[in-house]
C-alpha cells in the first residue's frame, strides 16, 4: 500500500471556522490530489500539486485553498466552512513513474460541518 | 455537465457470474481512462486501466474492454466473488502525462453469496 495518511480522520466543526487537513505521504511522489467525495456527484477534484509550491485549481475549487512546502505535505484549508462542504475528502498521489498513471489514494476525511 | 458517466447507480449479481459495469463518457479527447474499487471507509484502490490505443486489457477476473467509437468502456469480473462487492468508479484523463482523472459518480456493486 501506498504510506499515505490523511489527518484528521474526522471532524466536526462549526459553520464559519477555519479548517485545514493534512495529507502526508511517504512515496516522495510529484503529483498531490484533493477530492471530495458526495452522493451523486462521484469523486471531484478540488486543487492539485505538481511539484512543491505548484498549485493549480480543480472543478470545485471555490471556497478552498492549498499549500504545498514540501514534497510530502499537501495542506486543504477551508477558508470561512459551510454546510456544503460537509462531505469525505480523500488525498491522491502519483508519479511519472507509475507504469499506470494511476493514483494511490488516502484514507478519507469526513468533514461535517454544522 | 458531467463528462464521464456511470448511468447504473448499483447492480445485483450472483456469486460466479459475470458483473458487468459500464461507463460512458462524452470527450473523444479522453486517450487513458482507469477502474477503481471503493470499499466503505476506505479510500479507493486501482484495478486496471486501459489506453486508447488499446481496445482490452485484462489482469486474472478483471477485464476492461474499449470502445472508442461509442465513446464507451466496461469493466467485466468474472467469475464475481462477495469480497468484490464495492463501489467502482471509472475515471478518464485527456493526456496520460498530465495525471488529472475525471471520476464518474460510482455504480454499487452487490455479489449476492
Known amino acids: 500500500d501506498a504510506g499515505i495518511t490523511q489527518s484528521p480522520r474526522h471532524k466536526v466543526t462549526e459553520t464559519g471556522t477555519p479548517v485545514t487537513l493534512r495529507c502526508h505521504q511517504t512515496e516522495n511522489h510529484r503529483y498531490m490530489y484533493w477530492y471530495r467525495q458526495d452522493p451523486g456527484h462521484g469523486l471531484r477534484l478540488i486543487h492539485y500539486s505538481y511539484g512543491v509550491k505548484d498549485t493549480d485549481k480543480g472543478e470545485v475549487s471555490d471556497g478552498y485553498s492549498v499549500s504545498r512546502s514540501k514534497t510530502e505535505d499537501f495542506l486543504l484549508t477551508l477558508e470561512s466552512a459551510t454546510s456544503s462542504q460537509t462531505s469525505v475528502y480523500f488525498c491522491?498521489?502519483?508519479?511519472?513513474?507509475?507504469?499506470?498513471?494511476?493514483?494511490?489514494f488516502g484514507p478519507g476525511t469526513r468533514l461535517t460541518v454544522t | 455537465d458531467q463528462q464521464v458517466k456511470q448511468n447504473s447507480p448499483s447492480l445485483s449479481v450472483q456469486e460466479g457470474r459475470i458483473s458487468i459495469l459500464n461507463c460512458d463518457y462524452t470527450n473523444s479527447m479522453f486517450d487513458y481512462f482507469l477502474w477503481y474499487k471503493k470499499y466503505p471507509a476506505e479510500g479507493p484502490t486501482f484495478l486496471i486501466s486501459i489506453s486508447s490505443i488499446k481496445d482490452k486489457n485484462e489482469d486474472g477476473r478483471f477485464t476492461v474492454f474499449l470502445n472508442k467509437s461509442a465513446k464507451h468502456l466496461s469493466l467485466h469480473i468474472v467469475p464475481s466473488q462477495p469480497g468484490d462487492s464495492a463501489v467502482y468508479f471509472c475515471?478518464?484523463?485527456?493526456?496520460?502525462?498530465?495525471?488529472?482523472?475525471?471520476f464518474g459518480t460510482g455504480t454499487r456493486l452487490k455479489v449476492l453469496a
Open positions: 491522491a498521489i502519483s508519479d511519472p513513474g507509475l507504469a499506470n498513471y494511476e493514483q494511490y
Open positions: 475515471a478518464a484523463s485527456f493526456a496520460s502525462g498530465t495525471y488529472k482523472y475525471i
